[in-house]
């Protein structure tokens, strides 16, 4: 059974840092593209970050500010995300293609809530 589990959001002031965790199953991380989405009220999810075979690639949005990262002895994926905005305020889910073309993500957590004040 596929697990993702996110850990790590929370209330930050615009201009500071969260580091966000999702953590899964040794079977699925080690061939999986792994991606963060995030969803905010009223619109829709979209891809934030996304990394495959050492490659990493980020929505315009964030680029510069966020970092996507995985630690594969720990299992482990992360979202450094730096000089958050008010904007960027929303659910913020990881996903997995267990295929790892970054394609069809079949897997999800549950979700984290990020909160940015002004």
């Known amino acids: 059974q596929v697990q993702l589990v996110e850990s790590g959001g929370g209330s930050v002031q615009a201009g500071g840092s969260l580091t966000l965790s999702c953590a899964t199953s040794?079977?699925?991380?080690?061939?999986?593209?792994m991606g963060w989405f995030r969803q905010a009220p009223g619109k829709e999810r979209e891809g934030v970050a996304f990394?495959?075979?050492?490659?990493?690639s980020y929505a315009g949005s964030v680029k510069g500010r966020f970092t996507i990262s995985r630690d594969n002895a720990k299992n482990t994926l992360y979202l450094h995300m730096n000089s958050l905005k008010p904007e960027d305020t929303a659910m913020y889910y990881c996903?997995?293609?267990?295929?790892?073309?970054?394609?069809?993500?079949?897997?999800w957590g549950q979700g984290t809530q990020v909160t940015v004040s002004s």
């Open positions: 996903a997995a293609d267990s295929l790892g073309r970054c394609i069809d993500f079949g897997y």
């Open positions: 040794p079977h699925t991380y080690s061939r999986s593209c």
């Open positions: 990394i495959a075979s050492g490659r990493t």
